[in-house]
């Protein structure tokens, strides 16, 4: 998730302590070929008179161009786009403090360390790069008939929390977030090489409860032969023998597998069969591999079903988010 923020946030932690790796995979969209245009957008309430009005630029990955959004309509729609509307009132309050959380963070290491891909947009809507975002016309199509008792939910979700962000030591945090973790979330030193010390590993156990929480695919020899041989990776002989032993963390997500007689990440793994989290486990048995995934995204922060499950439980919204960023504070601006 959010290729673009993770790489200023690294080049910002490199100067105090050392280079860290961040999350690869998606591709950050800076060969735009589509002009940028710009617009605004006119949804979303006034704030306040004491407090001046705030807006976020959005680039649309799929036309290039810029809307500029009120950051309260902006909230909305990234909370939209990013959590069922069926979720718990506190989950989704827990939703819009990370969204905006997130957004500003992205907009402050935008400020210090200018992404070119960027053009003048502060943020993408695409939740490849950073976080998705929905305008109130997309939403009206997503949820049709259902568009008035959605939008009125969430609304009044983010009107509560409108304002608050989270902190660690004074700075604006990272908030990232995934659909589903493995049962516990991921570290971000696992994945990203560097210790995050409010993205630590915490129990998630709501998450087993969620439909979505166990995915398998099946592979024949020549599928997975073509599919891991586009990773530089040779298979040759037995096909049994493909499969070697798998590193993993503590909290079952795998770091490296021995394919052939070659280590190959995690992350490359997952991204070259297209499987849907780091928590897996490939087995070969009558001509074919399964591979069985645990947990939905890459497990770091918050889980957004455990947020629900929390929310059920009777937790507010602040008791989910101090859960998931460990150590973090809750501020109001």
Known sequence: MRTNLIICIIIALSMILCPIAALGGEKSGENREKPTEISTQADGNAESADKPEKYISVLSQSSGSISKVKMREYVIGSVAAEMSPLYHTEALKAQAVASYTYAKKTKEQNEKHKDSSLGDADITDSPAIHQGYLSKSDRKKKW???YEEYEKKIEAAVDEVFGCYVT?????????YHSISAGTTQSAKTLWGTDIPYLISVESPGDKLSPDYRSEKSFSESEFKNLIEKCSVTLTGNAEKWVGEAK???TGYVSSQMLGSTSVSGVTIRDALGLRSLCFDIKYSG??????CLGYGHGIGMSQYGA???????????????HYYSGADIVNE
């Open 248 to 250: 993993k963390d503590e």
């Open 168 to 176: 660690y030591e004074g700075e604006t945090a990272l908030t990232v």
């Open 144 to 146: 049709g008939d259902n």
């Open 287 to 292: 001509s074919k591999f399964t591979v069985v």
């Open 308 to 322: 629900d499950y929390m929310a059920r439980q009777g937790s507010s919204w602040q008791e989910i988010l101090m």
